[in-house]
C-alpha cells in the first residue's frame, strides 16, 4: 500500500496538511504511508528543518515514524545532540569545540549521550507542540497530548499528558487492544481498509476479522 503517484497534499485547497512521506529526504527520517503533518504557523514541507532538530549525520540515529499517523502543528522531535553528556563534571560542550581546546576531532559525539533512535507505531495522534526525546519508543494507536514532553516509552493505545507524559488512561479495553494489536488493519490494502472503514470508525472491532 502506497500513496498514490507520492501526492503531497491529501486535501483539495489545503496547503497546510501534507503526507509526511512525500516532503522527507533525509534517509534517517523514515515515514509509513497516509501519515500526516499539519502546520498552520509555517510550511509543512519543511519538516525536516522546523521539527526534527539535533538530528545530526554523525549519530546515524534515526526517526521512525509508522503508518497513518496525526501529527499536530509544532510538534518536536528532539535527538540525542541536544542532551549534553552527563558524564562530565561540567555541562559545557567541550568537544564540540575541539579546535579551541585543541582536543581530538574524532570524539566530538562524547559531547552527549547518545539515546537512540525515535520509533512511533502505527495510527499515533501527537497533539499541538508536544515534545518527543530520543530514545523514546511509541506504541501504536497511542495519544500524545498538547505540549506533552516524551520522556519514557508509551505503551500501545495509551493517552498519555504532561510534563513530563504520563499515563491517562488506555483508550480501549485490554482485549480490544489486543485484537487491535493482532489485526494491524494498517498493513491492509488500500481496497480492505476502504470496505472495512465504517467498522473502524464506528469502533466495531469485532467486525474487522470477519
Same mark, same amino acid.
Given at each position: 500500500?502506497?500513496?498514490? /503517484?507520492?501526492?503531497? *497534499?491529501?486535501?483539495?485547497? /489545503?496547503? =497546510?496538511? +501534507? ?10 527520517? %523514515? ?22 532538530? *539535533? ?5 546515524? /540515529? ?65 497533539? *499541538? ?8 519508543? %511509541? ?9 506533552? +514532553? ?6 500501545? *493505545? ?33 481496497? =480492505?481498509?476502504? =470496505?472495512?472503514?465504517?467498522? %473502524?470508525? /464506528?469502533?466495531? +472491532? ?5
Amino acid at each position: 500500500m502506497t500513496i498514490p /503517484d507520492e501526492k503531497i *497534499y491529501p486535501r483539495t485547497n /489545503d496547503f =497546510k496538511t +501534507v503526507y509526511l512521506k512525500s516532503v522527507i529526504t533525509n534517509p534517517n527520517i %523514515i515515514v509509513g504511508d497516509y501519515t500526516m503533518y499539519n502546520d498552520f504557523a509555517s510550511a509543512p514541507t519543511q519538516f525536516e528543518r522546523n521539527n526534527v532538530l *539535533y538530528h545530526y549525520p554523525i549519530n546515524t /540515529d534515526r526517526l521512525i515514524i509508522g503508518k497513518f499517523c496525526s501529527i499536530a502543528c509544532g510538534a518536536k522531535f528532539l535527538f540525542t545532540s541536544a542532551n549534553h553528556t552527563l558524564k562530565s563534571l561540567s555541562t559545557y560542550p567541550f568537544p564540540l569545540f575541539f579546535e579551541e581546546w585543541n582536543l581530538d576531532k574524532k570524539h566530538v559525539t562524547s559531547a552527549w549521550d547518545n539515546k537512540g533512535d525515535i520509533v512511533i507505531g502505527n495510527d499515533v495522534w501527537i497533539g *499541538y507542540e508536544a515534545v518527543i526525546l530520543s530514545g523514546v519508543h %511509541i506504541g501504536d494507536g497511542a495519544i500524545i497530548g498538547t505540549r506533552a +514532553v516524551v520522556t519514557k516509552d508509551i505503551p500501545p *493505545y495509551t493517552i498519555v499528558g504532561g510534563i513530563p507524559a504520563k499515563e491517562i488512561k488506555k483508550r480501549f479495553d485490554i482485549e480490544t487492544i489486543k485484537k487491535l494489536q493482532q489485526i494491524k488493519w494498517w498493513n491492509w490494502s488500500f481496497e =480492505k481498509i476502504q =470496505k472495512f472503514l465504517p467498522y %473502524i470508525m /464506528d469502533g466495531e +472491532v469485532d467486525k474487522l476479522t470477519h
